[in-house]
């Protein structure tokens, strides 16, 4: 069976969405069995994995098991039963959770890169899939508050040759999901649906000729790409480049020394692999992944530690990088989930309520495998504060 990886389906085999054919087949017992067969996404004729429904898979990185209920977490197991999740192949990355604004675990579980056994560790670097939609929109407050950029400023008064449906949409528009621009700008042609180049001026030119899904200012749908166009008008409003911008005005100010975008060298002891559904380069981590593509720029793209990140929320609470005033509207309302990720392996949990701030990230999530981390990072939110 072993043979079988790599090989070819059946030319009218088509996998459900996530990549995984599922047959089922009598047994000799009278009952069914069901075989589940991963592909490839780039490559949807190519067998990645196949096991039995609840047995071993001919992947040996992949544990195939369905997983025991999650047993309870206290303050005083924390740390164990993260170690226990590891050690059974549950979870891959870090966690780092505060309690009324202490540090009480700083940790990391599981394997940053399989191939030479090294570990993840609280300072281990990963890609945070889209959480860089934040400093986009931390990007545009500060050029509002400096008057370089102003919330009714228009695509019209951006740029030139805008297409009369998109003309009157606004950068505040743009900001909450009511443009009317779909999620996502890769074509088949890209190859890769987030790592494929592309130069600014294409991400434009396939915003401005695609179709709106409402009129703007109608209704909410979420938009990579309208983020990838504030990108743009950062770029245009301040004279410099995105990631210029980004480090000298947030990530800078706020003590992110680890934060910075794909293709840039990373230490060989710092980096996490991701295991996902696909996988990219020679190595599946952002220094092999080139330089962040404009499919991305302002939506994703980048890499950080979830000690930047915390940075990040207390730089953004001291106001040294905005002052509070200016904030108004961007606090989620506590409790509150952000979920970031990509099909890489990459998955970024974030969520803060008036006694404690909760940060899980992955490097080993699929289809298969984030229910469990869902779960997991439910358990830790839901500890008791007092």
Sequence with gaps: MLEAIGRRLPADARPAPGGEIVLTYPADDGDTRKLHVRVDLLDPASIADLWLEDGPG????????????????????????????????????????????EVVLREGYGLADRASGRANTPDTIFAIGSTPIDFTKIAVRILVA????????????????????KAGIT??????????????????????PDHAWIERDELVRRMFASDLLFEPGTGREHSHGAFGLLAAIVELASGRGYP????????????????????????????????????????NAPPWWGPTSWLVMGSGGMVSTLDDLLA?????RAGDILPPEELAGHWAPPGAISSNGDMFGFELFFTETEGAQVFLISNATTERTRPRLEELFLALVRLPRD
């Design 58 to 101: 001919l992947d040996p990185r992949e544990d195939h098991a369905a997983p025991r209920p999650l047993a309870p977490i206290t303050w005083d197991t924390l740390d164990a039963r993260l170690r226990e999740e590891a050690d059974a192949g549950r979870l891959s990355g870090a966690a780092l959770v505060l309690r009324d604004g």
């Design 146 to 165: 400096r008057e370089q950029l102003a919330w009714d400023d228009t695509l019209g008064d951006l740029f030139d040759d805008v297409p009369a449906d």
């Design 171 to 192: 950068v505040e528009q743009l900001m909450t999901g009511a443009s009317g621009f779909r999620d996502f700008f890769d074509v088949p042609a890209d190859g890769n």
């Design 244 to 283: 210029e911008f980004t480090r000298a005005e947030i990530l800078e100010p706020a003590g992110m020394d680890d934060t910075g975008f794909f293709g840039e060298p990373l230490p060989d002891d710092r980096f996490a692999v991701g295991y996902g559904l696909l996988s990219n380069g020679e190595v």
């Design 312 to 316: 990040f929320q207390r730089a953004l």
